[in-house]
């Protein structure tokens, strides 16, 4: 554990258990409850590390398959580590490429000592287990990286999901043996569909072992919203009070909310960029589609109060002939607007735990979004 590594609550909910706190990494101090924006393949996709910053963002994220299969391990360590790489001098995590292996792969062998698959990029043979994807992690040089767990899809036969928490833990273990890099903080992920008990075992094994944070993965694989927040708010007491608890890949504004007020300190997801990049603009009620004929000659800005560069300069009327004429520019000032309010929302969810006066507003902010 790096020397710089603290993180402590400073502000808690009366009426949930929503909370405040300060994540130290070795590149910086993260204000929590965060949301981290994704940069695949070490960018994020359309936007510079200023605009980034610009937008609020204090960490990102990164992923660990991808960069393993292109541009590679050694190509990185030899660029001075995935900060250079990525042109950000931040916080950054990185995820084990778990998730991917499962869900992107044409896979060979799922063993328990780890996974043959065969690259989405060129077919070729990559075998990844936990030990490997611990040093993986450790040569790229991010602040935080993961363990590398299985992923079961939703729905799950019992035996199946069971199989894969045993994994998710043995491999647990083995990742902490194989962690070799003082600076860089080392999270479990607590695996187990929406099974209550499943979840209540795999938090006991992991929190045993010590870990300097703990992730809540396997959800937001279609299981819905009242079964993921059912499933949050069982596993997140399970943790321990005095580390971050990240939700991975959990990232509708009503799921985030939600997940807040049950506990967790961290997100990620690809949708502000992914669903920027398609014409899908989050405003405080709901989303604009920007494609809609009703913004043909429409002068106002996506939201009227958003300070970001998107809003500040154009039109829905130019961004939606942007988009329908193919211009790179719609896809980034829109991208740019999704952050901004992601951090923004973030911003405002910390702001209300410290003043005592966020589950009133949480529950209503979910109402109206799903309204």
């Known amino acids: 554990m790096c020397d710089c590594y603290h993180f402590e609550l400073t502000a808690e909910d009366t ?17 929590t409850p965060v949301f981290m924006p994704v940069g695949t393949r070490g960018s994020v996709k359309g936007l510079t590390p200023a605009q980034l910053t610009e937008a609020g963002s204090t960490i990102v994220l990164a992923n660990t398959y991808h960069i393993l299969l292109r541009p590679g391990v050694d190509v990185v360590r030899s660029l001075g580590g995935l900060h250079s790489l990525m042109g950000w001098d931040g916080p950054i995590l990185t995820d084990s490429g778990g998730y991917q292996v499962f ?19 060129d077919g070729g043979r990559v075998y990844l287990d936990a030990r490997t994807a611990t040093e993986v992690q450790n040569a790229l040089g991010a602040d935080i990286i993961m363990c590398f767990d299985e992923c079961a899809p939703y729905p799950c036969e019992p035996k199946r999901l069971k199989g ?23 999270f479990g992920i607590v695996q187990g569909g929406i099974d209550g008990e499943l979840r209540r075992w795999c938090s006991r094994q992991l929190t045993d072992m010590n870990f300097d944070g703990y992730a809540i993965g396997g959800l937001s694989v279609g299981e819905g919203h009242d079964n993921m927040v059912r499933t ?14 990240y939700l991975m890949g959990v990232g509708m504004p009503a799921d985030i909310i939600a997940a807040v007020q049950a506990g967790v300190d961290m997100f990620d997801c690809v949708l502000p960029t992914r669903n920027g990049r398609n014409a899908f603009a989050f405003v405080p009620d709901g989303a604009i589609r920007l494609r809609n ?19 500040r300069n154009f039109s829905r009327a130019a961004l939606r002939h942007f988009f329908n004429v193919g211009e790179m ?10 952050i901004t309010f992601y951090q923004r929302l973030m911003s405002t969810i910390r702001r209300r735990i410290a003043l005592g006066v966020f589950d009133e507003w949480a529950t209503e902010r979910i109402s109206n979004i799903q309204g």
Not at 103 to 121: K, P, Q, T
Not at 232 to 245: G, H, K, N, Q
Not at 293 to 311: F, I, K, L, R
Not at 332 to 337: D, R, Y
């Open 293 to 311: 004929s009703s913004h043909t000659d429409d002068p106002a800005p996506v939201q009227a109060d958003c300070p970001c560069y998107c809003c």
């Open 232 to 245: 949050v708010r069982r596993t997140a007491p399970l943790l321990p009070e005095d580390r971050p608890r």
């Open 15 to 31: 009426n949930s258990s929503a909370r405040c706190g300060r994540l130290g990494t070795a590149h910086g101090v993260v204000e």
């Open 103 to 121: 869900s992107l792969s044409s896979l060979n062998r799922i063993g328990d000592d780890g996974v043959e698959f065969a690259s989405h990029i």
């Open 329 to 338: 520019l719609g896809p980034i000032l829109l991208s740019i607007h999704n």
């Open 164 to 186: 894969a928490v045993e994994r998710t833990i043995r491999w647990a273990k083995q990742c902490k043996e194989a962690h070799a890099n003082a600076d860089q903080l080392l």
